[in-house]
């Protein structure tokens, strides 16, 4: 069975420090990868989404890929307490169809 | 607006009973799904469908049942509700076939069984 790991926190940032998510997955053919944030009581919304090895940048978001250990990351500078949320990591199957979601990490930028 | 909307967004009813919740996207995707995410905030698809054919079909017991009258549209349907039934239900709708496209998520419906 396809999986995805993260760990579930809380992962506590005092503001304006980087904050680092990680998450590894098991289908070492998996292609596509993605980082969604929640807010409580809404839906996920997609903020990063990254396919070949190294790292993408998207303002204060960095995504991080490592194809051959099979561990994907997030790196959010300067935190706000706006960033506070669970933090989902999904990754997408080879036939493109089907999306498979981390726990989720729960980050709590603290003022 | 583009977007996925699905209806309603709360639902509180009794065990036993049996209901339905609707999905459209206007996002012109040919790929719609149900999540469920529980209580620990485990987001685990249900069901995928592709052009109103059913494509993935997770371990969900029969009392779930999908319906897809065009591609726009993915109804759930409930029956003999249980107490564990209840979490937050997700429509969401991408584009197959290119790998790169995410996942557009509706605003959820919160399904409270008594």
């Known amino acids: 069975q396809k999986e995805v790991e993260q760990n579930s926190g809380p992962l506590s940032v005092p503001e304006g420090a980087i904050a680092s998510l990680n998450c590894t997955y098991s289908d070492r053919g998996s292609q596509s990868f993605f980082w969604y944030r929640q807010y409580s009581g809404k839906s996920p919304e997609l903020i990063m989404s990254?396919?070949?090895?190294g790292d993408k940048e998207d303002g204060r978001f960095t995504a991080q890929l490592n194809k051959a250990s099979q561990y994907v990351s997030l790196l959010i500078r300067d935190s706000q307490p706006s960033d506070s949320a669970t933090y989902l990591c999904?990754?997408?199957?080879?036939?493109?169809?089907?999306?498979?979601f981390g726990g989720g990490t729960r980050l709590m930028v603290k003022p | 607006d583009t977007a996925v909307s699905q209806t309603p967004k709360y639902l509180v009813t009794q065990m036993g009973n049996d209901k339905s919740i609707k999905c459209e996207q206007n996002l012109g995707h040919d790929t719609m799904y149900w999540y469920k995410q529980d209580s620990k905030k485990f987001l685990k698809i249900m069901f995928s469908?592709?052009?109103?054919?059913?494509?993935i079909n997770e371990t969900v017991p029969n009392r779930f049942s999908p319906k897809s009258p065009d591609k726009a549209h993915l109804n759930l349907h409930i029956n003999s509700l249980e107490l564990g039934d209840s979490a937050v239900y997700f429509c969401?709708?991408?584009?197959?076939?290119?790998?790169?496209?995410?996942?557009?998520f509706g605003n959820g419906t919160r399904l409270t069984v008594t």
């Open positions: 969401a709708s991408s584009q197959p076939g290119r790998g790169r496209s995410p996942l557009h």
């Open positions: 990254i396919y070949s090895n």
């Open positions: 999904a990754v997408k199957d080879n036939a493109g169809n089907m999306l498979t």
């Open positions: 469908y592709n052009n109103k054919e059913l494509i």
